[in-house]
């Protein structure tokens, strides 16, 4: 993957991420994903689209997502969790599934996510791991976008100041 030039990612506005869920009744958890994308300032869209009850429009949106702009797509569904699979088939963008607990405490979603045909790959996260697919997606730009990867070890060392450090605390250190 080539490195794009600096500010590149944001300099004409448009989504490198397109998120997609295949309920309205799923947007509290999918919109961690979009939440957690904002705040490491990656543009991204959100639409709800199904494989099932929406299939036109969702091959639609995914043959021309590449040519839009898009860089991959967050796909998020519970129950029978086609939609990963169906978008995988239509694009060649990377897919993140992330399967949702609609019923059987979301385990259905899982197994439907993660068991894809070879050649038709879905890289799946937990389950309501909206945020966690954000972060996959922000990793996988990170490669080709540096103020990315910047603002990912920032957030990261954020984080990491949420924890007891053992061996400051030997040292007399502790916070």
């Known amino acids: 993957m080539a490195k794009a030039k600096a500010n590149e990612l944001n300099k004409n506005g448009k989504p490198v991420v397109g998120i997609l869920t295949g309920s309205p009744s799923d947007l509290e958890v999918v919109k961690k994903a979009e939440e957690t994308l ?3 300032g990656i543009p991204c869209e959100l639409f709800v689209l199904s494989a099932h009850r929406t299939p036109d429009l969702t091959a639609r949106y995914c043959k021309e997502a590449e040519e839009r702009g898009l860089e991959l797509i967050i796909a998020c569904a ?27 405490d979301g385990l259905d979603a899982l197994l439907a996510t993660v068991q894809m045909p070879p050649g038709i790959p879905v890289a799946t996260v937990g389950i309501d791991g909206a945020k966690n697919a954000a972060y996959l997606a922000a990793r996988m730009l990170a490669r080709k976008f540096p103020e990315i990867k910047a603002r990912l070890e920032n957030d990261l060392a954020v984080q990491r100041t949420r924890y007891d450090d053992p061996f400051a605390a030997k040292a007399g250190k502790r916070k």
């Open 78 to 104: 519970g129950m029978a969790a086609h939609l990963a699979g169906a978008v995988a088939a239509h694009t060649l963008l990377p897919v993140i599934g992330v399967p949702l607990k609609a019923s059987l």
């Open 38 to 40: 904002h705040s490491l």
